[in-house]
């Protein structure tokens, strides 16, 4: 199973994230709290597959490192037919007011793992366990995003269709881990083949 | 050379424009009349599809914006692409939906760090986009958002590409957007803020393009809100005339 369209993803679908930024989307820019699903889009530069290494760019010191889950969708309008673990990547950045294309398009920022089958009850309820060198660096699980999977799935077929090779991200936890170039990445979820990403400096620049 | 995209026989295939834009040419020889055309959005299958927001100062000033500092990038997929003579759905509640002409670059190779000097080297043909947007559904966050800039066929793009040593200057081509035949955007790509070549010296400087990406390059001066049954049609001098037409749903 390949991805073979638009890698979708949403940001603010995580409840602890929400609540910490309550007062801050009653000020401006955002003067009000996000009604639609906040989406943005992984282009083909970021996918890596396979243990690929991710590059750190020189000027950053270190990346954010997402864990989530990516859905894949099949023929049909809306219905995903397996998932996979998929780490987003990003440079940390405070602000959602404009597209984060710098921050979250680069080369390499969306290492994916295998695509499997799944079971959704065992999805939502398995913690999404992130190690970096070895050691458990996060943890969270899909019981905390604001819009579960249906229902965000649902809200995002009303104006997009996803289909016919599409992926949606379902969430990223708003306390992400942070790694430095050298480090390796290791995530896990009890249901879903675990994703490996090793990051590595960028040289030759 | 002008290659348009289209629907011949149960698949899609590209096709050559000829000169007096009577036919298209199909690979094996055999012509298609532009009349019974079925024209498919000349873009390559996962293409990332690049975007401007506030790219003309006569635009971001009628919006209430200063021209931006660093370009405004927004990203679509490829589902809200749509043919040339395709119908864009306007949902019942979106009563500030308007057309957006812009001139789009296709990347021909590999772009990583391109200085802005050779940027238009990496350029292989352009090609028309109306890029539809629904005011009501605007939201401050990663605005503009996909609600209202990635809705499905509301980017209506084509009808062909056109070789970029066909058009020449990419900053000095007349486009012009007509509802119904009434004129409701008239400018000059020579008013965009960031110029093609600082868009890839720009884009390539973090993010490696590839080819078949596409950038819209954004869209001047000009909100006219359409209704249901209305005929767009947008045009750029020298690239070709796109034609669209706004179905009422829901």
């Known amino acids: 199973m390949m991805i073979a369209g638009t890698v979708y993803g949403v940001v603010l679908n995580d409840q602890a994230q929400r609540g910490a930024l309550a007062e801050a989307f009653g000020q401006k820019p955002y003067v009000a709290p996000p009604r639609a699903p906040v989406l943005y889009v992984k282009p083909r530069n970021c996918w890596r597959f396979d243990g690929a290494a991710v590059t750190v760019p020189s000027e950053l010191v270190e990346v954010e490192v997402a864990a989530t889950v990516a859905l894949l969708f099949g023929d049909a309008p809306g219905v995903p037919v397996a998932a996979a673990l998929a780490l987003d990547v990003c440079e940390p950045h405070a602000s959602f007011y404009r597209p984060a294309i710098r921050q979250r398009c ?4 969306l290492p994916v793992g295998d695509f499997a089958a799944y079971d959704l009850d065992a999805l939502v309820s398995g913690g999404i366990v992130t190690w970096v060198d070895g050691v458990e660096a996060h943890r969270w699980s899909l019981a905390r995003l604001v819009r579960d999977i249906p229902e965000l799935i649902d809200e995002v077929c009303d104006f997009m269709t996803l289909e016919n090779g599409d992926v949606l991200l379902v969430g990223l936890a708003g306390d992400a881990p942070r790694v430095a170039a050298g480090q390796e990445v290791r995530v896990e979820h009890e249901g879903l083949p675990t994703l490996v990403a090793h990051f590595e400096r960028e040289t030759g620049v | 050379m002008r290659r348009a995209r289209i ?3 149960g698949r899609e295939v590209w ?3 000829s000169a007096d834009e ?6 094996d020889g055999s012509f298609v009349p532009v009349s019974e055309a079925q024209w498919l959005p000349p873009v390559v299958p996962g293409a990332t599809i690049f975007a401007l927001g506030l790219n003309y100062a006569d635009h971001s000033a009628e919006l209430g914006f200063k021209a931006p500092a660093e370009p405004l990038v927004f990203l679509k997929g490829h589902r809200t692409f749509l043919g040339h003579r395709g119908a864009s759905p306007r949902p019942a509640d979106a009563n500030q939906m308007h057309p957006e002409c812009e001139l789009v670059a296709i990347i021909g190779k590999p772009a990583r760090r391109v200085g802005r000097a050779q940027a238009l080297s990496y350029v292989s ?3 028309v986009a109306c890029d539809y947007a629904i005011r009501e559904y605007l939201e401050n966050y990663y605005r503009p958002n996909l609600r209202v800039k990635n809705r499905d066929a509301t980017t209506p793009l084509g009808p062909w590409i056109v070789d970029a040593a066909d058009v020449g200057d990419p900053q000095s081509l007349a486009l012009e957007t007509r509802v119904n035949g009434t ?3 008239a400018g000059n790509t020579s008013g965009m803020v960031f110029d093609v070549a600082t868009l890839i010296e720009y884009l390539s400087g973090f993010m490696t393009l590839s080819p078949g990406d596409m950038i819209l390059t954004g869209t001047p001066h000009g909100v006219h809100f359409v209704a249901g049954g209305d005929e767009v049609v947008c045009e750029i001098a020298g690239v070709g005339r796109l034609v669209n037409f706004v179905e009422g749903v829901g």
């Open chain 1, 106 to 109: 680069r080369d390499g920022f």
């Open chain 2, 7 to 9: 629907y011949h026989r």
């Open chain 2, 15 to 17: 096709a050559a424009l």
């Open chain 2, 22 to 27: 009577a036919v298209l040419e199909l690979a």
């Open chain 2, 125 to 127: 043909g352009y090609t």
């Open chain 2, 183 to 185: 004129v409701v955007q």
